[in-house]
């Protein structure tokens, strides 16, 4: 499919010199280490992620600015600066070495996005620990599994939460101390292990001397989406921040006068990447809303802070499409200048969507939780190509490799996306799985798991997770393709397509699919997408069976579970459902 490029002279609001000038030029002279020297190191060459996004902030001028504007599921709304970050997190970084945290413990959080979550997760860098953001939504065994998979000692959570650690607390004989934030001060009665967030950072002292970590060493662990298997521990070191500070600049674009928003929850990697270390390693002021999904909801917050730089997802971008454009005309959004997408592939139509609703694309970025920080991306001084990724980021290296892993494939051919290894912020092991670590990598190439395309110019086209790739009549079909495709159908919100056995062809495709608001299922419909599909895609890949769903299963994180689709299909066991979206 052919869709016109998006002329970045057309786009209107560009009125901010982008800090990525010369794509070219910059990939020429790229290295990590002149990255390294714009953050400060500790004495002796240690690096803290916790110090380079805060506390180096609060030494200079810019110690005053608003780091956070906290707009509560409620409505209230809250402020505080650099300094008061850096005071709170020194006194929390206190509180867990009183308890007796140790360099390298793992401290996990559980709760919705409040301050004190976010000045937890700081705090327990800066005394050495591990942190492990988990998302609200998590069910027991969610929790379980991840607190036991990495032997958490610390866990931060709220007293509505505590109830399902309780359930599950007598199987976690690592976990020490459970901290109970209760910034309602609800009724609440401490249980054992627990401890009142309140009460502790009231005696603790504003001073902290950082624990002086290597780069090397840990800093995270983030769970995978869980999208096509059992979430993996991915590990992070704290030279991390080296890519999630050049990232946020080049790709962002971040400013000093932005406000920025990413409506990522720090339970995902991007919540933490880029809504924790980019912006505020690049001393940025950034907006977090405890809210959930609402269009309406979150363009009064883009209204109220007057947000200019907002990050988010397809799945979102989706449902923002679908409620439609009467809603974008009720609030103002002209502070609005650049638009950031990532986390699945973004469809051709939204993009085009959204510049028609906010005069602004969407700018698609890849990455996973595994690279740490963005690695292909469309940018400013770019013309966007819809349905691209981009291109690599100037310090990455991104290929296409064939079958084997082994040679890599010229300009239009589909195969392997792959990196080369050892970019700042790529992982260092899953927890307690090193050998399936090991697997991804091949002759200095990290296996994404991803296939894709890289036209002639050097742009990245997403196919599909190898996983889902379905092989019909010898062909490969990749689910984005079609899904894209069937986006097109004005009655149509979303789409999840997948590969059903078939004795003839091996698989075929068959396409779910959930309708806009006022259409209904029939099979009239039905007949109407298949023969809109037929004209927009090769005869192999239009989908030869439709059912409708009220909605995709999808992961809390908003990624279409293919792999459900496909167990229920075919009546196989689910696998791990503990990420998906009740
Ligand atoms: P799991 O590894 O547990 O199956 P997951 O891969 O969804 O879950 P994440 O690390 O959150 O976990 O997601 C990374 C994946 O998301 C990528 O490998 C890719 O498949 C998809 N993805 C992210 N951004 C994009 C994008 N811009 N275009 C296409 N796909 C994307
Ligand atoms: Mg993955």
């Not at 979430?231 to 991390?240: I, L, Q, S, T, Y």
């Not at 040679?407 to 992982?427: T, V």
């Not at 990290?446 to 997770?465: E, K, L, P």
Request: hydrophobic letters at 35%; proline letters at 5%.
């Amino acid at each position: 499919m052919e869709y016109n490029p998006i002329k970045k002279e057309e786009v209107s609001k560009m009125s901010v010199m982008p800090n990525l000038l010369d794509y070219e030029k910059a990939r020429e002279d790229f290295r990590w280490e002149d990255i390294s020297k714009e953050l400060d190191e500790l004495d002796d060459g240690c690096l803290n992620i916790a110090y380079e996004i805060i506390d180096r902030h609060a030494k200079t001028s810019l110690k005053d600015r608003v780091a956070l504007y906290w707009e509560g599921d409620n409505g209230e709304g809250e402020e505080y600066s650099f300094s008061d970050l850096c005071r709170l997190t020194n006194r929390f970084a206190n509180v867990l070495k009183n308890l007796g945290l140790n360099k390298g413990d793992r401290v996990f959080t559980y709760g919705d996005r409040i301050p004190e979550i976010y000045i937890s997760l700081i705090a327990a860098l800066k005394a050495g620990g591990v942190i492990g953001p988990l998302f609200s939504a998590f069910g027991p065994d969610a929790v379980k599994d991840r607190l036991g998979d990495c032997e958490a000692r610390f866990l931060i959570t709220t007293p509505k939460l505590a109830r399902i650690v309780e359930k599950v607390v007598e199987d976690l004989p690592a976990l020490e101390k459970v901290i109970i934030i209760n910034r309602k001060n609800v009724a609440y009665e401490l249980k054992e292990k627990e401890a009142s967030y309140e009460d502790l950072m009231k005696n603790a002292s504003d001073l902290f001397d950082i624990e002086k970590t290597d780069k090397e060493d840990y800093a995270i662990i983030h769970y995978t989406s869980g999208t096509t298997g059992k979430p993996k521990g991915v590990v992070h070191a704290h030279e991390a921040v080296v890519g999630h500070y050049a990232t946020a600049k080049y790709v962002l674009d971040l400013h000093p006068d932005d406000i920025y928003w990413c409506t990522a929850d720090p339970g995902w990697v991007t919540g933490t990447s880029y809504g924790i270390f980019g912006p505020w390693s690049n001393g940025i002021s950034q907006v977090v809303y405890e809210g959930g999904f609402r269009a309406s909801n979150w363009y009064k917050v883009i209204e109220k802070y007057k947000v200019t730089v907002w990050y988010s997802a397809p799945t979102a971008i989706r449902m923002l499409m679908k409620a439609g454009e009467g809603v974008v005309a009720k609030y103002d959004l002209k502070s609005l200048r650049y638009l950031c997408s990532v986390g699945e592939p973004l469809n051709p139509e939204a993009i085009l969507w959204g510049n028609k609703a906010f005069g602004l694309p969407f700018h698609d970025n890849w990455w996973q939780t595994e690279t740490g920080c963005i690695q292909i991306a469309n940018y400013p001084i770019q013309d966007v190509r819809p349905g691209s990724m981009g291109r690599p980021f100037p310090g990455v290296t991104a290929t296409i490799l064939d079958e084997n892993c082994e040679k890599e494939l010229p300009p239009g051919k589909e195969g392997h996306l792959a990196l080369k290894a050892g970019w700042p912020s790529m992982f260092r092991t899953f927890w307690n799985r090193q050998e399936l670590y090991e697997s991804k990598f091949q002759n200095g190439w990290y296996i994404t798991g991803d296939r894709a395309t890289m036209d002639a110019d050097g742009y990245f086209w997403f196919v599909g997770r190898a996983d889902d790739v379905i092989n019909t009549a010898g062909h490969l079909v990749g689910p984005f393709e079609v899904e894209s495709a069937l986006m097109e159908h004005p009655a149509v919100a979303e789409a999840g397509v997948i590969g059903v056995p078939d004795s003839l062809a091996m698989e075929v495709v068959k396409a779910f699919v959930s309708l806009k608001d006022g259409y209904e299922p029939s099979d009239e419909l039905r007949r109407d997408i298949k023969k809109f599909a037929k004209k927009k895609l090769h005869a192999v890949a239009c989908p030869r069976k439709i059912d409708f769903l009220p909605g995709l299963p999808k992961t809390k994180s908003g990624k279409i579970m293919r792999r459900l689709l496909k167990a229920r299909e075919l009546g196989l066991p689910e696998g791990d459902t503990s990420t998906l979206e009740e």
